[in-house]
C-alpha cells in the first residue's frame, strides 16, 4: 500500500493558476494509477484525471479539459495537477487517489481507488 499527501493548495483568483502535488510514500507507487478528484460540501466526489502508472494521462473531464494537465514523477513518488485559468467552479478539496484500473472506463469511478490522501483547499476567488 501507499500512504498519499496533497499539497499546493490555496486561495487564488480567477484567472490565476496553482500546481498541486500528490507526495506517495511506499516502495510500490510507480505501480499505481493515480487519479485527481474534487468534492464540494453537499456533492458527490468528481472525477478531473487520472494518470496510469507509465505516465499515459486518461481523458480528462470536460469541466477542466485545456485547463489542468496531470503528470507524475516516479522518481519523486509524486503526481501533480498543474490548473490554469482557474474558476470560481474549481473552488473544492482536491484529492489524489491510487488503485489498478486495468481499464479505462473505469478510470472516473472513485470505487476502484484503494488509496487516498486527505485533501487540499484550492479556493478561487472572483
Known amino acids: 500500500q501507499v500512504q498519499l499527501v496533497e499539497s499546493g493548495g490555496g486561495l487564488v483568483r480567477t484567472g490565476d493558476s496553482l500546481r498541486l502535488s500528490c507526495a506517495a510514500s511506499?516502495?510500490?507507487?510507480?505501480?499505481?494509477?493515480v487519479a485527481w478528484f474534487r468534492q464540494t460540501p453537499g456533492k458527490e466526489r468528481e472525477f478531473i484525471v487520472a494518470?496510469?502508472?507509465?505516465?499515459?494521462?486518461?481523458p480528462y473531464a470536460d469541466s477542466v479539459k485545456g485547463r489542468f494537465t496531470i503528470t507524475r514523477d516516479n522518481a519523486k513518488d509524486t503526481v501533480y495537477l498543474q490548473m490554469f485559468s482557474l474558476e470560481p467552479e474549481d473552488t473544492a478539496v482536491y484529492y489524489c487517489?491510487?488503485?489498478?484500473?486495468?481499464?479505462?472506463?473505469?478510470?472516473?469511478?472513485?470505487?476502484?481507488?484503494?488509496?487516498w490522501g486527505q485533501g487540499t483547499q484550492v479556493t478561487v476567488s472572483s
Open positions: 487517489a491510487a488503485g489498478f484500473l486495468n481499464s479505462e472506463t473505469r478510470a472516473t469511478s472513485a470505487r476502484y481507488y484503494s488509496q
Open positions: 511506499g516502495r510500490t507507487f510507480g505501480i499505481y494509477d
Open positions: 494518470i496510469s502508472a507509465t505516465s499515459q494521462p486518461y
